[in-house]
């Protein structure tokens, strides 16, 4: 699908979530959740290296915004990529910086 073919309600989803992603611990975030990986707060605060605090923050932000998803098992909350497609962004991403 083009841009062009996009509605003004469609666009303005896809902007909120670039806006979401749009921080460094974010973009991290994704990349670690490539590949249908699924994480907790606590794997994910432990890779970051930031407060739990924090990282449940940003995760809040992403799922909120619709990046994220989360499913709960036990006492375990895990977040996945709501869309396997988002991985693109960081890849692209990671080329663009090179």
């Known amino acids: 699908m083009k ?3 996009l509605n003004i309600e469609q666009l303005e ?3 909120s979530m670039l806006k979401a992603i749009a921080h460094p611990m974010r973009i991290a975030i994704l990349s670690f959740l ?3 990986k699924k994480m907790t707060v606590t794997a ?3 890779k ?3 407060e739990q605090s924090t990282t449940s923050h ?3 932000i992403l799922k909120d ?3 994220l998803c989360s499913k709960r098992e036990g006492k375990n909350t895990f977040y996945f990529l709501k869309h396997e497609r988002l991985s693109n962004i ?3 991403i990671s080329k663009c910086t090179i």
Request: proline share 0%; hydrophobic share 40%.
């Open 3 to 5: 841009v062009s073919e």
């Open 13 to 15: 989803e896809a902007a």
């Open 34 to 36: 490539e590949d249908g």
């Open 44 to 46: 994910i605060h432990q």
């Open 48 to 50: 970051l290296q930031i």
């Open 58 to 60: 940003h995760l809040g």
């Open 65 to 67: 915004k619709g990046v």
């Open 90 to 92: 960081v890849e692209c």
